[in-house]
């Protein structure tokens, strides 16, 4: 590809734990695992900041005071979701309900291995989103990545695994479908939540799917925010599941059975 600079940029947030501690009152560990992406072109990444000088003078907060979503009230929530709708991104969320993966130890013995396969669904999808929506002459195609940083975390690690992925070099790892020609792991990099605003946006965008599926001690969850990212949802051909909205480890219909508030996203 040409020596251009990148055509896109993808912010990547989480909402849940990695836990799997599932008490029967509903306390313990969070029953979904929710990471997201939100893709904009670098043309727009400006929208950004303005979204979030604008909402933060509409909930009269000081300037460049970094928004986390679930801290604000939802009366708070609403005005911020609504302008992040808004904004020309597209979304793509991986939603894992951990209840029903077969076998969790694999998962509770190896630190962050949840978190890796969650990026490797997501990054998979926004691939495709990038690689099918390229403009001639903007950009060479492909995308900086940036995760809101986890300080326990190393995303040196991620970098290594996701070499791995491309390359293929692993015979047990099933068939990888990441679009080489995007995701070049030396353009990864973590940064602090309030440093940027692409961020506090990703981070809306996963709070809010995940409070569509969280169910609270009353055995409620609220999906009125995820009506106002319904039109940023990546989708192939109209269809949203399996490209921006991503169930594992069983698809949309399966969990349904197990999770039945997953109908918040009948509507799609």
């Given at each position: 590809m040409s020596e251009k600079q990148p055509s896109f940029v993808v912010y990547v947030d989480e909402s849940g734990d990695e836990g799997f501690v599932f008490r029967n009152d509903g306390s313990g560990s969070s029953r979904w695992f929710v990471l997201s992406a939100t893709v904009i072109r670098k043309s727009n990444d400006l929208k950004m900041v303005e979204c979030l000088k604008e909402t933060r003078?509409?909930?009269?907060?000081?300037?460049?005071?970094?928004?986390?979503?679930?801290?604000?009230?939802?009366?708070?929530?609403?005005?911020?979701?609504?302008?992040?709708?808004?904004?020309?991104?597209?979304?793509?969320?991986?939603?894992?309900?951990?209840?029903?993966?077969?076998?969790?130890?694999?998962f509770q013995n190896h630190k962050f291995l949840l978190y890796r396969y969650a990026t490797r669904l997501l990054l998979e999808r926004t691939s495709w989103l990038c690689r099918d929506h390229r403009k001639k002459d903007e950009g060479n195609g492909s995308a900086d990545i940036i995760f809101s940083n986890r300080s326990i975390m190393s995303y040196e690690e991620i970098k290594d695994y996701l070499r791995v992925l491309l390359e293929q070099s692993d015979p047990g790892l099933a068939q990888v479908q990441i679009e080489k020609t995007v995701v070049d792991p030396t353009r990864i990099r973590s940064v602090e939540h309030g440093k940027l605003a692409g961020l506090q946006v990703a981070d809306a965008v996963a709070s809010g799917v995940h409070f569509a599926v969280k169910r609270n001690l009353y055995g409620e969850s609220e999906p009125s925010y995820l009506q106002h990212l319904k039109r940023s949802v990546y989708r192939h051909e109209g269809n949203p599941f399996g490209y921006g909205i991503k169930f594992w480890p069983d698809d949309f219909e399966t969990v349904k059975q197990k999770a039945p508030e997953v109908e918040n996203f009948e509507s799609f």
């Open positions: 003078e509409v909930l009269r907060k000081k300037p460049k005071t970094p928004l986390h979503f679930v801290d604000l009230k939802h009366e708070q929530r609403v005005p911020y979701i609504k302008r992040v709708g808004k904004l020309p991104i597209r979304t793509v969320s991986v939603l894992i309900h951990k209840p029903s993966i077969k076998e969790p130890e694999k």
